[in-house]
């Protein structure tokens, strides 16, 4: 009888080994569920995207992102930026006008509950079928059609308005117009970019006569200070042209002639 108990055991060793290595197997499953390097399908991932034109770059703005899984939605900004939430094995559907719809899916085992990253989308084309439309038939009955029209004076008068306005409205988009002549309408935004530039542009002429000429300069040359300085300034206007177009030598040396004079003036006033 004790001569079986070597058998036993082994094969209660055995077992127990068995339920050791299973056992140690699941936990070790269990963890790496739980790592970063292997995340669970389950867990959320926070996206934080910008969508781009494939060809141009430029950011696509009020575009639909849906997450086909939970139908949870989100729209992008001006900038083309969003911001959704999705599960690893979740996918993204994203529509714009004007571009082919896109399915975006988290790379395999993500290692991070965030992503972030520009998705291009592709301009779509709408194939459309040529059309010819006779509503007016040729262009001879259309002809004889509008020679045979009995018009009163004003509705004259009011369709030549209708189309001068149409006209107008058409010339102002565009900066010049090919007519035969030169005809060229700005549009209010064109009128204030052209007003800038022209400040812009003044501003920078004044900077320059400034740097040539100014109080500091005319005081050091002459020994004039405060009222009697500014007296004298108000005097010895020099042209702009000349300030311009002139060394500082020549403007020092009309300075000085200037000032000869005035004070000559002055004498001349006591």
Not at 184 to 213: F, G, H, M, N, T
Request: glycine content about 4%; hydrophobic content about 35%; proline content about 4%.
């Amino acid at each position: 009888m004790f001569a079986k108990y070597p058998v036993f055991m082994k094969q209660f060793v055995t077992v127990i080994l068995l339920l050791s290595f299973l056992t140690g197997g699941m936990a070790r499953a269990q963890e790496e569920a739980r790592s970063p390097v292997h995340p669970s399908l389950d867990s959320i991932v926070m996206v934080q995207g910008q969508l781009r034109d494939f060809k141009t770059g430029k950011p696509i703005p009020y575009a639909h992102i849906l997450n086909l899984r939970f139908h949870r939605a989100t729209v992008s900004d001006t900038l083309g930026f969003y911001t959704i939430p999705m599960r690893r094995n979740d996918t993204l559907l994203i529509t714009a006008i004007g571009y082919e719809d896109e399915k975006f899916t988290l790379p395999p085992f993500w290692p991070t509950n965030n992503f972030s990253g520009v998705i291009y989308l592709k301009e779509k084309v709408y194939n459309i079928e040529g059309v010819t439309v006779h509503g007016l038939g040729t262009y001879e009955q259309f002809k004889q059609k509008v020679l045979s029209l009995d018009l009163s004076d004003d509705e004259v008068v009011k369709m030549q308005s209708y189309y001068d306005k149409i006209l107008t409205e058409e010339a102002i988009k565009y900066q010049a117009v090919s007519t035969g002549f030169s005809f060229s309408l700005r549009s209010p935004e064109e009128r204030s970019l052209r007003k800038l530039q022209k400040v812009l542009e003044q501003q920078k002429i004044q900077q320059q006569i400034d740097a040539k000429y100014n109080k500091a300069i005319v005081s050091k040359l002459t020994g004039l200070k405060g009222k009697a300085l500014e007296d004298f300034m108000h005097y010895c206007q020099l042209p702009e042209d000349f300030i311009l177009k002139s060394s500082e030598y020549d403007i020092l040396r009309r300075i000085k002639a200037s000032y000869e004079n005035y004070k000559l003036l002055q004498q001349q006033e006591k």
